[in-house]
Nanobody, 129 residues
């Protein structure tokens, strides 16, 4: 079964750090560009960061640039999102999906075999003030 599972979300204080994990099963994550998205209560889902397949170029939304870092794991089936200097505005459910990266400004177009799949539960990040 082809799927992506997010984990690593937690409750942290302002200024804290978290590392999110995007784990693939049923396919090799390294073959795809991967985007991280987030959705805060009452807001639309937005792209946060993206890492391109092949050259590994990375892209970030302006709101997280300099604080978040996207990278691939050595195991070839994991993508990380390192989040530092967290602020309450980062509170959201975070998701990862296969997609095409472009920008700036960051644009992530869903693509691949999971393109039309429904969004899973994601992982909750809550930043307290």
């Amino acid at each position: 079964q082809v799927q992506l599972v997010e984990s690593g979300g937690d409750l942290v204080q302002r200024g804290g750090s978290l590392r999110l994990f995007c784990l693939a099963s049923g396919f090799i994550l390294d073959d795809y560009s991967i985007g991280w998205f987030r959705q805060a209560p009452g807001k639309e889902r937005e792209g946060v960061s993206c890492i391109r397949s092949g050259d590994g170029r990375t892209y970030y939304a302006d709101s997280v640039k300099g604080r978040f870092t996207i990278s691939r794991g050595k195991a070839k089936n994991t993508v990380y999102l390192q989040m530092n200097s967290l602020i309450p505005e980062d509170t959201a459910v975070y998701y990862c999906r296969t997609g095409d990266c472009a920008g700036p400004p960051l644009t992530i177009v869903l693509s691949g075999t999971m393109k039309n799949d429904s969004w899973g539960p994601g992982t909750q990040v809550t930043v307290s003030s």
